[in-house]
């Protein structure tokens, strides 16, 4: 009989109360495996009675209260802290505040790590939770270096068929959503970076700083989070934002479209040299999509 481990979920948190119960009610109704929950809300200056919510309903959770200026990646880390020195845990899952699982979610990812290296790292598929389900991400198969360019599995919004998307597969980028990480990768790479990605970018840094380091990413497409794209970031190009907005985007470092955040990424992992080159022609896809890409593109 498999000894039970523990999987710390660190799941950041702000003025989501009603989404954030529907998430929780979700893990813990989860199928039996042989894994334990420890579940971190890491509640990040909420005003919306979120601290309540956890007190009177859900008093196994563990909380920790945060500023209101830590974002994702320090909320994060600090759960990740925290089930360093409190719980003991084995693996770490990332959850965002607004998803949804199925009932077989942690068992179908914990098993599909269970084939692969003890070390490595696993996604999960990221699907809309509208209606029509579209795929978000489904990891990529290759990076072109010098322009560090993603090549994904499926191209952006292809519509989610079950039937269709099975087994685990290597992967160079990751997105945050549904991502477990056996806590021995902190301790050989470090936490995830909230100093240059605070908000966005840190999830594809912990990719390609552990691939770097030797650990092996996967994403599994058996295992599903579905999460509204309508709640995404206000800069989303997708989303078809405004001229102002989609401009202001670029000039908030809490922003996906954030250049800052983009300069970043560029100096850490492109190439020497023509790192400058690829972050702008970032931009220049980004526009792309902007006024492009995208503006036929209806999720429902």
């Known amino acids: 009989m498999q000894t039970p481990y523990s999987i710390a979920v660190i799941i950041p948190t702000f003025n989501r109360k009603r989404l954030l119960q529907t998430l929780l009610d979700q893990l813990l109704q989860q199928q039996a495996g042989a894994f334990l929950l420890e579940i971190i809300v890491v509640v990040d200056g909420s005003t919306d009675g979120t601290t309540d919510l956890l007190q009177q309903q859900f008093p196994t959770v563990h909380t920790i209260q945060g500023s209101g200026n830590w ?40 098993q599909a790590h269970a084939q692969v290296a003890p070390d490595a790292i696993m ?4 699907v809309s939770l ?3 389900h579209r795929i978000t991400f489904s990891g990529t198969k ?14 952006p919004f292809e519509a989610y068929e079950a039937a269709l998307f099975s087994g685990h597969y290597p992967t160079e980028s990751l997105n945050g959503r549904g991502t477990l990480v056996p806590m021995s990768v902190f301790d050989r790479i470090g936490l995830l970076d909230e100093r240059r990605f605070p908000q966005y970018g840190s999830d594809d840094d ?12 996967y994403i599994s497409w058996d295992a599903v989070v579905f999460d509204p794209v309508s709640l995404t ?16 985007s670029f000039f908030s470092l809490y922003s996906v479209n954030s250049l800052r955040k983009t300069v970043y990424f560029y100096q850490k992992h492109g190439l020497p040299v023509v790192w400058p ?24």
């Open 277 to 300: 080159f690829g972050v702008l022609l970032s931009i220049v896809a980004t526009w792309r999509a902007y006024l492009w890409k995208y503006r036929r593109l209806k999720m429902t």
């Open 71 to 110: 974002w994702f990646t320090r909320c994060v880390n600090e759960g990740i802290r925290f089930a360093q020195a409190r719980l003991k845990s084995s693996f770490v899952l990332i959850l965002n505040d607004d998803s949804e699982i199925a009932p077989d979610y942690l068992l179908k990812l914990t």
């Open 123 to 126: 996604g999960s598929l990221s």
């Open 130 to 132: 509208e209606q029509p």
């Open 233 to 248: 970031a206000a800069g989303t190009v997708y989303l078809k934002p405004s001229l102002s907005v989609f401009l202001n």
């Open 206 to 217: 912990l990719a390609l700083t552990a691939t770097k380091a030797g650990i092996p990413v």
């Open 142 to 155: 290759k990076t072109v270096r010098w322009l560090m360019k993603t090549i994904p599995y499926t191209p």
